[in-house]
Nanobody, 115 residues
Framework: QVQPVESGGGLVQPGGSLRLSCAAS????????MGWYRQAPGKQRELVAVITRTGSTSYADSVKGRFTISRDNAKNTVYLQMNSLNAEETAVYYC?????????WGQGTQVTVSS
């Protein structure tokens, strides 16, 4: 029913920035929560940031002050602006969508932070 599609990943140097996009294929008004997760090699998938239908946001402690989650309702798209990236943040980043009791995952986009 809903297939989130991530884009914007790539290779950046330490200290660089990227902006990830998640196209929800559904009106954001219908979505309870949209979150960005990441999974680094050898580690569990972790929640990075979340935004609710009312616009409330929350962040993992490790990214506060550097990452910003935002949305464009007209485009049914949620963004994750990532600044001051370091090598520890190399991971596959996934978009997660909750509608009622249903959860939908994107296929992920690779972010590599390396010199």
């Amino acid at each position: 029913q809903v297939q989130p599609v991530e884009s914007g990943g790539g290779l950046v140097q330490p200290g660089g920035s990227l902006r990830l996009s998640c196209a929800a294929s559904v009106r954001l008004f219908s979505i309870n929560n949209m979150g960005w997760y990441r999974q680094a090699p050898g580690k569990q998938r972790e929640l990075v940031a979340v935004i609710t239908r009312t616009g409330s946001t929350s962040y993992a402690d490790s990214v506060k002050g550097r990452f910003t989650i935002s949305r464009d309702n007209a485009k049914n798209t949620v963004y994750l602006q990532m600044n001051s990236l370091n090598a520890e943040e190399t991971a596959v980043y996934y978009c997660n969508v909750n509608i009622g009791a249903s959860t939908f995952w994107g296929q992920g986009t690779q972010v590599t932070v390396s010199s």
